[in-house]
C-alpha cells in the first residue's frame, strides 16, 4: 500500500515556524485526500488540515491564519507550513492519505505515516 515519509519536525519557539513535508510513494496515483493531523498522548488524534485533489482545503479552527497546507501532485507530496507556533501545537503530526489507486486497483481508507514531532517551548 501507499508509504508516507514525513520530515521537517524540530523543536521551535514560540512564534516560530516550521515546514513539514510528506512524501507519497511514487506508484500512488490519483490520491484524493492528504492531509496532516496532530495526536497528543491521553488525548485521540485531531485533523490539523486536509486539502483535495482539486485544491480543496479544510483547516481546525486553532490553525487558520496561522498555518497552510498545500501539495504538489506531481512530486506526490502535501506540505503544511506552520506559522506563528503556540505552545498547544505541540504534539506528533502525522501525514494522512484517503483513497488512492495503485495500477488498476483504487484503495479506499485512511492511511498513515509515522508520524514527525513538533515542539513549540514558551
Known amino acids: 500500500q501507499v508509504q508516507l515519509v514525513e520530515s521537517g519536525g524540530g523543536l521551535v519557539q514560540a512564534g516560530g515556524s516550521l515546514r513539514l513535508s510528506c512524501v507519497a510513494s511514487?506508484?500512488?496515483?490519483?490520491?484524493?485526500?492528504m492531509g496532516w493531523y496532530r495526536e497528543v498522548p491521553g488525548k485521540q488524534r485531531e485533523l490539523v488540515a486536509s486539502v483535495t485533489r482539486s485544491g480543496a482545503t479544510n483547516y481546525a479552527d486553532s490553525v487558520k491564519g496561522r498555518f497552510t497546507i498545500s501539495r504538489d501532485n506531481a512530486k506526490n507530496t502535501v506540505y503544511l507550513e506552520l506559522n506563528g507556533l503556540k505552545s498547544e501545537d505541540t504534539g506528533v503530526y502525522y501525514c494522512n492519505v484517503n483513497g488512492f489507486r495503485l495500477g488498476t486497483d483504487y484503495y479506499m481508507g485512511d492511511y498513515w505515516g509515522q508520524g514527525t514531532q513538533v515542539t513549540v517551548s514558551s
Open positions: 511514487r506508484n500512488s496515483r490519483d490520491i484524493n485526500v
